[in-house]
């Protein structure tokens, strides 16, 4: 891909980072851009953690002592870039940009994060006599000025608490109804999404909506401990549970979709636990059943197993699993590809979700997540690799991929990442959105050279998908280091 325009440079005032903060463990629901910002307002860096840091379930940790508090740490950052769009097998017209990426990141211990910024793009060329100093399509409706929020995080990865802003790679829960889902594929749509998580005795609860400004995708899932509900609390909760979930998507787009909802019913248990001071390794069996309440013969079910292990410096889950699916119900329906088949599903239909039906049949599911360190993991943020791979095959010939893997090479000053989807794979209209990143640190690390590109698909009035690609290469600076 070809990149026009000229270099842009924009210089921050800086202030110093206070220090102090341990990292949080935040889940998966959030981009590479996010898992960096949080690395930089950690005061560890790798190798710097503690012998046996990293504790089994089974180990209960010491209170903080009351004058322990962290202070507040902080991250100024500005990205300065050219951003040009491209048109792919030609459809549209070529547009050029300066985008820059103001963003402060604010930390406080283990339970609050606050990440504000947006990326503004200023044309330089391109677009028509009617096109403005500032890209319409990103703050053209009230869902697109959630993207400012980033990420709020309160009480961090205990029981009870709440994340707000990008959602990337989201499952609520066992998985079954969400499951990798972002709610930014959409190149024109930036909302920002709500997270909630609560605890009472026996009960877990999660729930979640894609979208705080607008009414689009919402659910809960609700666990319930049944080792607990019988015989007391256990030492190690979450050996038994049995889960409800459903979502709700009220499909206004445009308001011709008639809404829809989905149920499902999953029971999990652990069937192997080992731990031992910095390591754990845990094997569970899963079964479910789900459906569309109020359309008979809409149903599917799914059995399978996952292992998790934990080591000083690896963090790997795994899930193999078996579904069959009937009357147009699938598992994973909210998925990595969803917020694109709102517009026009993959595969040789080529209509909007609300009008595609999903063949009956039977698939195999596998999924990795892997974090890898060569020295110590610390705070499962700073890392020489990242894995997340998930990969779907129907027995009807119809695959589904999507993944991304991060590296950090030569000291971690070079940061790259790849991401992609392959939605449909072996059926006529399958579709590929491919991207990735490269970061490298100099001058001691506060400067910063990065490049950006891959594919797009852009919603038309008509309600197709228009291909096209991006490129973006540019300096920032911060006070990470």
């Known amino acids: 891909m070809g990149m026009h325009g000229s270099w842009a440079v924009v210089l921050l005032l800086l202030l110093p980072g206070a220090g102090g903060a341990q990292e949080a463990n935040t889940p998966e629901d959030f981009d590479a851009t996010v898992r960096r910002l ?190 607990h509900v019988l015989f007391g609390r256990p030492p190690v909760p979450g050996r038994y549970t049995l889960a409800l979930s459903a979502v709700h998507d009220w499909r206004r787009m445009d308001g011709t979709a008639r809404p829809m909802t989905l149920a499902h019913l999953d029971a999990t248990a652990v069937v192997l636990r080992r731990g031992r001071k910095g390591q754990r390794l845990e094997a569970h069996l899963l079964g479910g059943w789900g459906g569309r309440p109020g359309e008979g013969g809409a149903w599917g079910a799914v059995v399978g197993v996952g292992v998790d292990a934990l080591t000083p410096t690896v963090d790997m889950r795994a899930r193999l699993e078996g579904r069959l699916q009937r009357g147009g119900f699938r598992q994973g329906a909210f998925g990595p590809d969803y917020e694109l088949a709102r517009f026009q599903v993959a595969g040789p239909a080529a209509v909007p979700l609300a009008e595609a039906s999903f063949p009956e049949g039977a698939s195999a599911y596998g999924e990795v997540i892997l974090n890898w360190d060569a020295v110590r993991l610390s705070g499962m943020r700073q890392r020489h690799l990242f894995l997340s791979l998930g990969v779907e095959a129907f027995s009807w010939g119809r695959v589904d991929v999507d993944g991304r893997v991060e590296a950090q090479l030569f000291h971690r000053n070079l940061t790259v990442g790849v991401g992609g989807l392959a939605t449909a794979m072996g059926q006529p209209g399958a579709r590929y959105v491919v991207s990735g990143e490269a970061r490298w640190r100099f001058l001691g690390g506060n400067l910063y050279a990065l490049g950006q590109g891959g594919t797009l698909l852009f919603p038309t009035p008509e309600g197709t998908l228009r291909p096209g690609a991006f490129a973006a290469v540019g300096l920032g600076v911060d006070n990470a280091r």
């Open 38 to 227: 949080e690395e930089a307002i950690s005061d560890k860096s790798s190798g710097e953690e503690e012998e046996g840091a990293a504790q089994p379930e089974e180990e209960a940790s010491a209170p903080a002592a009351p004058d322990s508090a962290p202070p507040m740490t902080n991250l100024l950052r500005m990205d300065a870039a050219t951003w040009t769009l491209l048109p792919r097998r030609g459809a549209g017209t070529a547009e050029g940009f300066v985008q820059v990426e103001p963003l402060v990141a604010l930390g406080k211990g283990e339970s609050f994060r606050l990440i504000l910024g947006a990326p503004v793009r200023l044309r330089l060329w391109g677009g028509g006599e009617s096109a403005g100093l500032v890209r319409k399509e990103d703050w053209d409706t009230l869902s697109d000025w959630g993207q400012v929020v980033r990420l709020l995080m309160v009480g961090g990865d205990t029981p009870d608490s709440v994340w707000l802003g990008m959602m990337e790679g989201y499952s609520l829960l066992s998985g079954h109804l969400v499951r990798r889902y972002g709610n930014r594929v959409n190149p024109d749509y930036h909302p920002a999404g709500v997270i909630a998580t609560g605890t009472l005795g026996p009960v877990y609860a999660e729930a979640f909506a894609s979208d705080v400004l607008s009414a689009r995708l919402a659910g809960a899932e609700v666990a319930l401990d049944v080792q």
